[in-house]
């Protein structure tokens, strides 16, 4: 690992102008502040507005008011939006990767590809938007006599809370597919990321999005969340599975829907046939890949008892000579941990498990002098269930190494957690691969690759099973859940009942055969 600190500049793209522009948009009637630092130094960068219960109140007041000329705007002009913001986005991802490294600490390669996401998705949604949001006319119950018309609307103000690992890329990305379909967005990023969402909602507003429909609110979750809750007519949360509970409940009671993306403790299958240098560079992404702060990220390996020391040998070796440091150009492999006070959990999952019986493979401690949130590359062997890392999220640059012996018990011991975000099988024939997989309790499943297949993969839902959420990003879903679907039912003849003169005994038996009729015909 480099164990020197080249003296570090700010990008000088993050000017104070640019910072005091970013926060002017975020209401904070009291005048109170939050200190954003530069997670590389732990310098304040700017000071960040705190909303009160009254400012996110008026926040949504002025979204509503936007959003009901946004929903009467034609679906057309709405997409124009989105198509001149495609290319502001990608004309300006080198400010936006420099904001996200400063107010994240993460390495220079994940912060650019970070910038594609919303990119990614708005192509997306530009192609299939007018499909699905278009009316469906459909048969009814009598054919020939009645119709039934599927009409999509928007919901109104949809609230999103999002988390500080990918603050951009959730801030931004969820967002689009709600504003496509007509709503306005009120968006909460975490205190510590607040500036690339901001910027991103500037870049959106640069490209003709009206002013008012995208409004951003700062705050503690706890002080923030249930006025947002309150006031939204549908939730999307990104974060932990903890915090994900409270926003359910609350969205529950008041009748609303949610999507929740959760935490993961995702597994890395090697199976017998695996290349595998392949399977090693993908793990040491999968670990080590955002420091370790990516939801679909791998915390657990398990690999075939005859192959276990070669990987484990080349792995170590791989881990060891990661280039770790803070730098805002693309040289280091690694960057920092978000904060000290994750780093503190981070370190206190890897303690806990040396003090109940595990082996530190390579890392395991802090590195200050790189930065005051840095941590090793760390990996470990012999971690159990009774260690916190051995069921709990680690979310940082924490991985374990398991032996199997058949593939059957690879798939019980991927299976065996509470979690089911993301898994990855490496192996030879893709066909068997793809059965081992099929057989994981997970939302998103990766042959051959650990995550980005399938993230990147826009056209299908992508959500956690059992703790890791309700609801999927992406896909045809991704956009319908921002909707209602309302049924406007026709009925060109009243033809229901018995006519004239007919007994309700021969109406009965006339309705009873034309269900058996109804059943054979292929009128829709
Ligand atoms: P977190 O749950 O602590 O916070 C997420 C967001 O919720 C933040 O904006 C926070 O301020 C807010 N929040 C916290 N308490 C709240 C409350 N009571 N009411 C309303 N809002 C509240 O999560 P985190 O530590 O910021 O993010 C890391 C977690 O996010 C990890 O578990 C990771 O796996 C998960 N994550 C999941 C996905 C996914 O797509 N499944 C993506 C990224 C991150």
Known sequence: ???????????????????????????????????????????????????????????FATARAAQRKWAATPLKQRLAVFRRAHAIFVGNARTVADLIQVESGKNRRMAIEETCDPAMVMSHYLKRAAKLLASTTRGGPVPLLTTSTEIRQPKGVVGIIAPWNFPFATGISDAVPALVAGNAVVLKPDNKTALSPLYGVQLLEEAGLPEGLFQVVCGEGPDVGPTLIDHADYVMFTGSTATGKIIGERAGRNLIGCCLELGGKNPMIVLDDADLDAAVRGAVFGAFGNTGQICMHIERIYLPRSRYDSFKDAFVAKARALDVRASYDFGPDMGSLVSVDHMRRVQSHVDDAVAKGATVLCGGSPRPDLGPAFFEPTILEGVTKDMHCGVTETFGPVVALYKYG???????????????????????????????????????????????????????????????????????????????????????????????????????????????????????
């Open 1 to 59: 690992m480099t164990l020197t600190q080249p003296a570090l500049t700010r990008p000088a793209s993050v000017t104070d102008a640019l910072l005091r522009q970013l926060v002017a948009r975020v209401p904070g009637s009291t005048g109170a502040t939050w200190t954003l630092t530069e997670v590389y130094t732990g310098d304040a960068v700017v000071g960040l507005p705190q909303s009160t219960p009254g400012d996110i109140e008026q926040a």
């Open 406 to 524: 058949t593939v059957d018990e690879a798939v019980a011991l991927a299976n065996d957690t509470d979690y089911g975000l993301n898994a990855s099988v490496w192996g030879g024939d893709v066909a068997a691969a793809c059965g081992v997989a099929s057989r994981i309790e997970s939302g998103n499943l990766n042959i051959n690759d650990i995550l980005a297949t399938a993230y990147a993969s826009k056209g299908t839902p992508s959500g956690g099973l059992k703790s890791s959420g309700v609801g999927a990003r992406h896909g045809d879903q991704g956009l319908l859940k921002y909707t209602d679907a309302k049924n406007m039912a026709v009925l060109k003849k009243q033809v229901m009942g018995p006519r004239a003169g007919q007994t309700y005994e021969k109406y009965v038996q006339g309705m009873l055969s034309g269900l058996k009729i109804m059943r054979r015909l292929r009128i829709r």
